[in-house]
């Protein structure tokens, strides 16, 4: 478990409903609506939620090793988040909280912290891919963002002068994401795709998900467990100072 905790770096993508309760195993009900109407579904949805918590278990394949962990995934919208990954053991692995612009991330078997700009140097994914991952918002569609149908698919392309910085593929029929791409210099560099959607409080979220670095050759498959919408969280629990403390 010793090096998990440098490549994890974990996208969740949540398409979130407002309440927490059991899923229920069954498809979204089918959506109408031009490429525009949809892609507006779908950031209703994400702005629905303002809080998370949420517990998975996530595999970490490089190259012939495979790691295992359990994590857990808490969010406050509009500027913190922290990330908690733990080994079979109980131990914590990897602890990332972050708070406004600043970020710390722990290694603890190692030894090791990182803090900002020294983060994205030392581990396959960057500060930014979190806060897309996790925050959303202008951080997740960033530029003009512009949707537009593609056979079964609503495709969203969002770009500034320097050209497409990420793309995100929304399946007509249920509204609900299932891959987002974020480019650097035309190139991949982080590719999240989403599947086992289930009816969460009426709402579609996705219980697969997988999250590839092709730079890195690190691909990482993640099955959630629970999710909890909108729960209260203490501020103190994002606090850097205590990011050695309890996130639960």
């Known amino acids: 478990m010793k090096s998990v905790a440098a490549k994890l770096g974990v996208g969740l993508c949540l398409a979130c409903g407002v309440t927490s309760c059991r899923p229920r195993i069954v498809p979204p009900a089918p959506v109408s609506g031009q490429a525009d109407q949809i892609y507006a579904m779908v950031r209703a949805r994400e702005d629905q939620v303002q809080s998370l918590r949420a517990r998975f278990s996530a595999t970490v394949q490089q190259g012939e090793t495979a790691r295992r962990a359990e994590g857990i995934l808490l969010i406050k919208k509009p500027d913190r988040f922290r990330l908690r990954l733990l080994s079979p053991f109980g131990f914590t692995v990897f602890d990332y909280v972050a708070q406004g612009a600043h970020a710390r991330m722990e290694l603890p078997l190692e030894g090791k912290q990182l803090v900002d700009d020294a983060i ?51 399946a007509r029929a249920t509204a609900t994401v299932t891959r987002e791409i974020s ?56 606090d850097a100072a205590r990011a050695a403390g309890p996130a639960s």
């Open 120 to 170: 994205a140097a030392q581990s396959a994914f960057s500060p930014l891919d979190f806060r897309q991952a996790f925050l959303r918002g202008d951080a997740a569609f960033p530029g003009r963002c512009v949707p537009h149908v593609a056979e079964a698919e609503v495709v969203v392309e969002c770009s500034n002068d320097t050209g497409v910085l990420r793309e995100i593929r929304i």
């Open 183 to 238: 480019f650097v210099d035309a190139q991949p560099r982080l590719i999240m795709t989403f599947d086992d959607y289930r009816s969460v409080g009426g709402m579609p979220l996705p219980f697969a998900i997988q999250l590839s670095a092709p730079e890195r050759r690190v691909t990482m498959q993640i099955a959630l467990r629970t999710y909890e919408i909108n729960p209260v969280l203490a501020d103190t629990l994002f």
